[in-house]
């Protein structure tokens, strides 16, 4: 009788239980998760738009005749693509790509489609993996799209060379929509881990631009290559939010909508503590921009306003109930709205006076960035998997320069409760963050008082 008196009591705790999710989540907007972030630097910024009308350029067919070009922006010079691959020339191993040299800008810059959704390759890419099954300098990545990168760097290799070596100064860049963006973002990696390849190319002079980007690398991956990987998400996209392997995700295009609600659902009732525990858990790469451009409750656009930040809690974990969830996704869009923000930034640098303590501002903000960037490194760092820092099959670890092995081998923390020597792990563990926040930062904030 008893146990008949508590069905109502449990049944208002299940309502109410659900009312506060329902609650929660309708709520839930994508500016709140950047509300706290920096907002990006003019300087930072200027190459999205343009990598954003490069990708667009590899869907068109006649490339003097474009379809997709939008009014305004970048302009593409056609007399400097270098090559060209289609479907038909990559035989599936991975997206069509441009290889384009921006003599205006010094870049060499290698561009990837988005997916196709009437080529079987592209899905072939994505349902190769599994979760956990391919290990990369320390943490893990999707395997299709690792095999695609290592395809693109071995076919391209010589032409990267032959570039980089000819124009000294000009960077090299790497960019890609959706599929393309993980590819993009794994064969930065490569090229990171392979400079030998190119002629010894220094770090510093490579770039990539991932636009919509997709989860494709571990939390500790993401904020270590965060100096040469940046994501750009707008506003409300729902790809760099789901943690569904992409293989599930495709699988169940035709009803994307209810995947999305599940997801949605599972990550609510999840604790973030336990997500960040997990070092197979996929993320998108780099430091983050995000666009923003609505406000909750309120359909229409507004400026938009872009932020930025290296963050390891709060990354992009929750999923936004929108409608324009996928809207935000399209390369079109995140051009328009990219290009739109830039012009504002320029706008208001030029009508801004420059005030007479903005080089102490400035040094005061790299600071704070370095040791945000600190903070994130040492958290990230705890989910490096063991050996992860034996050669990989390229085999070019023992051919980095003394300061990089430094990072790697204060970055890497032993499994065991005990140091290297034999010690507390307390005490080795401090020393190796101070240290690699010399390495990291010391030189850096010396570059800067120095240039400035």
């Known amino acids: 009788m008893s146990f008949l008196c508590g069905l109502p009591l449990i049944e208002c705790v299940y309502c109410l239980g659900c009312a506060r999710w329902a609650w929660k989540r309708c709520l839930h907007s994508a500016g709140a998760e950047s509300q706290n972030w920096g907002i990006a630097v003019t300087e930072e910024f200027e190459p999205v738009p343009r990598i954003c009308r490069l990708v667009l350029s590899v869907y068109e067919d006649d490339i003097r005749n474009p379809l997709w070009a939008p009014p305004g922006g970048y302009r593409i010079n056609p007399d400097w693509i270098i090559l060209r691959k289609t479907y038909e020339n990559t035989e599936g191993h991975a997206p069509p790509y441009t290889i384009y040299l921006n003599h205006d800008m010094g870049e060499i810059i290698l561009v990837i489609r988005g997916f196709n959704l009437a080529k079987e390759s592209d899905y072939t890419v994505l349902l190769d993996n599994k979760l956990g099954q391919r290990k990369f ?13 290592e395809w693109v760097f071995e076919e391209e290799c010589e032409v990267l060379k032959e570039l980089v070596q000819k124009y000294p100064s000009y960077k090299l860049m790497f960019g890609g929509h959706s599929l393309g963006s993980g590819v993009a973002t794994l064969l930065t990696m490569v090229v ?5 390849k190119l002629g010894n190319l220094d770090r510093k002079r490579i770039k990539c631009y991932s636009i919509a980007p997709a989860r494709c690398v571990s939390l500790n991956l993401a904020v270590r290559y965060a100096d040469v990987i940046n994501s750009v998400v707008l506003q409300d996209d729902f790809l760099p939010r789901t943690a569904t392997p992409l293989e599930d995700m ?24 336990t997500m960040l525990r997990d070092p197979r858990r996929l993320y998108a790469a780099g430091r ?9 409750f309120r359909c229409k656009r507004y400026p938009p306003v872009v932020r930025t930040a290296v963050p390891v809690a709060g990354r992009f974990e929750q999923i936004v109930l929108s409608c324009n969830a996928t809207a935000d996704h399209a390369i079109i869009w995140v051009e328009r709205e990219s290009q739109r923000a830039l012009d504002l930034m320029l706008e208001k640098d030029q009508s801004m006076e420059i005030p007479a303590k903005q080089r102490i501002t400035r040094e005061e903000s790299l600071t704070r960035e370095h040791e945000e960037y600190r903070a994130a490194l040492k958290q990230a760092a705890m989910l490096s998997i063991p050996n992860s820092f034996s050669p990989s099959q390229y085999g070019t670890f023992s051919d980095q320069d003394d300061n990089e092995w430094d990072i790697r081998r204060h970055i890497h923390r032993p499994s065991g409760g005990e140091s290297e020597a034999g010690g507390s792990s307390m005490g080795s563990s401090k020393k190796s963050w101070d240290r690699l926040g010399e390495i990291l930062f010391v030189k850096d904030n010396n570059d800067v008082s120095e240039s400035e």
Do not use: W
């Open 288 to 296: 983050l921009y995000h666009i923003v451009n609505r406000k909750p």
């Open 137 to 149: 300098d320390g943490g893990y990545v999707h395997n299709g799209l690792l095999k695609a990168a």
């Open 250 to 273: 495709f699988k169940s295009v035709f009803c994307l909508p209810c995947l999305l609600c599940l997801r949605c659902m599972i990550d609510t009732c999840t604790p973030e503590s």
């Open 192 to 196: 990171v881990q392979n400079r030998n």
